[in-house]
């Protein structure tokens, strides 16, 4: 995608343009011009006492129990071009990030905070792709472009109880969008565990046009065996059967065979567009099955759409006599795709017990 005045590739890096960059961090929580060090109290202040105003007196936010915080608050037009956490360990699946484009009741984004960056069990893996990168330890960034004509909000839920300390940093351009420029849009599914004979909806409902860009699987094998046998299909525009069929889960996350390597054991990977950077072994004790975390996004195969959208996924294993079993694993999923507003209602998010890995 392009957007006047702003980067999107390395043949735009030198070209210059009347757009600002902004940014919004507890140190400066509107992003004014000019006031990003003028905090005088904040969870740095008493580190800060010998030094005083512009010493680190406000890098984070605490988020109490059942609370919710609005991080970022602003007026376009502009697009959001980066956005970097770092989040108390263990809390990922405990919060929701929501993102409102233009003034909207209800939000284009509504995934909980792990998932949205790749990382659904709550367990550090790095990323290396250009949509969501995970650095040591558990650096949350997000580079997807995020286009807004009048207004942008962002907000953060602590479901849980404990307190969650959290800190961040939104930076976008203050630019104008063109009239084509759709805006970004994802949400989550999990079926925990999936009905027997079942298939996993990764996104349906989807109503107007657009193109789907990317995928992220947080999926727990309850079964021995192999577990990736399962198409992914995408319904378009009024598909009775689908227009495009996978030919298996490690396919379409641009493995093969399985992810064998070396012999017998699963090889991580993290590329551009594609990896399972995440797998969590049984540990003959406690950790009682294996866990995959998968992503891959369509940025230069975007899959575009007219009128409406639905994308699914089988879970198939091996049963005896050479058959497919329909298997009944943890699967949660997010689906991210640009459309034209408004966009249809998402499904309810689960509470707190329902969102838990346990």
């Keep these: 995608m392009a957007f006047n005045g702003l980067v999107t590739g390395m043949s735009d890096l030198a070209r210059l343009s009347d757009a600002r960059t902004r940014s919004i961090s507890a140190e400066n929580p509107d992003g004014a011009r000019g006031r990003g060090d003028l905090a005088t109290e904040g969870t740095g202040l008493q580190a800060a006492r010998d030094l005083g105003q512009g010493w680190k007196v406000s890098p984070s936010i605490r988020i109490n129990g059942g609370a919710g915080v609005t991080l970022a608050d602003i007026t376009g037009p502009g697009a959001i071009q980066h956005i970097w956490f770092a989040v108390s360990h263990g809390s990922w699946r405990q919060m929701v990030i929501r993102f409102y484009w233009d003034g909207e009741d209800r939000p ?12 659904g069990w709550n367990r550090h893996s790095t990323i290396s792709s250009l949509a969501i990168a995970v650095n040591p330890i558990a650096g949350f960034n997000s580079y997807w ?80 065996g192999w577990w990736g046998e399962g198409e992914i299909k995408f319904y378009m525009d009024g598909d009775e059967h689908p227009t495009i069929c996978g030919t298996g889960t490690e396919d379409y996350f641009g493995g093969a065979w399985s992810f064998r390597m070396p012999e017998g054991k699963y090889g991580e990977f993290s590329s551009p567009y594609s990896g399972m950077p995440q797998v969590l072994r049984p540990d003959g004790f406690e950790q009682s099955q294996t866990r995959f975390g998968l992503y891959r996004w369509h940025i230069l195969d975007p899959i575009r759409f007219r009128e409406d959208l639905r994308v699914t996924i089988q879970a198939l294993g091996w049963r005896s006599g050479n058959r497919y079993l329909p298997l009944q694993d943890d699967i949660a999923s997010v689906a991210w795709w640009y459309q034209t507003e408004p966009h249809a209602p998402f499904p309810s998010m689960p509470d707190a017990d329902r969102l838990e890995v346990i």
């Design 108 to 119: 284009s984004i509504e995934v909980p905070f792990g998932d949205f960056f790749c990382s």
């Design 145 to 224: 472009q995020m286009p807004f004509r009048k207004h942008a909000r962002v907000t953060l839920e602590n479901i849980g109880e404990e307190t969650i300390t959290c800190y961040y940093q939104i930076t976008w351009a203050e630019t104008d969008i063109p009239d084509d420029a759709a805006c970004l849009h994802a949400q989550w599914r999990r079926n925990n565990p999936l009905p027997y004979g079942d298939v996993h909806t990764l996104l349906d409902g989807v109503r107007g046009q657009g193109h789907y860009v990317g995928t992220y699987m947080a999926w727990g094998s309850n079964n021995s």
